[in-house]
């Protein structure tokens, strides 16, 4: 299975690093370096610099326009509606970490999770 380094917006639980970290993979969560209130630019900025994953469930990482794909490490927005409880966001996010196709596939994708699919772009 192909480690995966999550960089972990602050839109998601705080929950989701021990979450990564428990399934084998590499949180760095936003809030814990300082970067808690970035704006988007400085996170991206900030992840391809690293080469770190972003795990947001900020629907502007979804526009690959602003935020192409291939020059990420992966991108995986959640996809959930507002209302939805952090032991949701953490199921779903759960379900990802045990996709290894997925995750061995996710540089240079867009990944956009709901319950019960994962979409990638590009394919």
Not at 13 to 23: N, T, W
Not at 25 to 50: E, S, Y
Not at 58 to 69: C, K, M
């Amino acid at each position: 299975m192909k480690l995966v380094h999550f960089l972990v917006d602050a839109s998601m639980p705080r929950a989701a690093a021990p979450l990564i970290h428990s399934r084998g993979h590499q949180p760095t969560d936003v809030r814990d370096i300082g970067l808690g209130t970035a704006p988007d630019p400085t996170i991206a900025a900030h992840a391809q610099a690293r080469q770190l994953a972003i795990l947001s469930r900020d629907f502007d990482f979804a526009d690959i326009r602003q935020y192409p794909p291939g020059q990420y490490e992966g991108i995986v927005v959640i996809d959930l509606p507002s209302t939805a409880t952090a032991a949701t966001i953490l199921n779903l996010v759960d379900y990802l970490l045990q996709q290894p196709q997925t995750l061995s596939r996710l540089s240079g994708r867009l990944a956009i999770v709901a319950p019960g699919r994962i979409r990638l772009r590009p394919p």
